[in-house]
């Protein structure tokens, strides 16, 4: 089931693990799939940041060899 209008996802993981993964994630008081956003959402923003410096370093060099 899906909320908010977001579609779903399948990921394969092992039993064992989901189940760890489960207990982990009760235990800090959030649900695996808000921890999985919550990472995707910080791996992005950090490529993004990445992407953009790198962007603007080839604009610096590009700008000093005019």
Same mark, same amino acid.
């Given at each position: 089931?899906?909320?908010?209008?977001?579609?779903?996802?399948?990921?394969?993981?092992?039993?064992?693990?989901? /189940?760890?993964?489960?207990?982990?994630?009760? !235990?800090? +008081?959030?649900?695996? &799939?808000?921890?999985? #956003?919550?990472?995707?959402? /910080?791996?992005?923003?950090?490529?993004?940041? !990445?992407? +953009?410096?790198?962007? &603007?370093?080839?604009? #610096?060099?590009?700008?000093?060899?005019?």
């Amino acid at each position: 089931m899906t909320t908010r209008g977001k579609p779903g996802r399948v990921v394969r993981i092992d039993d064992e693990m989901w /189940a760890a993964y489960g207990e982990l994630c009760e !235990a800090e +008081g959030t649900s695996r &799939a808000d921890d999985m #956003r919550r990472h995707v959402f /910080a791996r992005v923003n950090a490529w993004r940041k !990445a992407q +953009g410096r790198d962007a &603007a370093v080839v604009r #610096r060099m590009n700008k000093s060899s005019d």
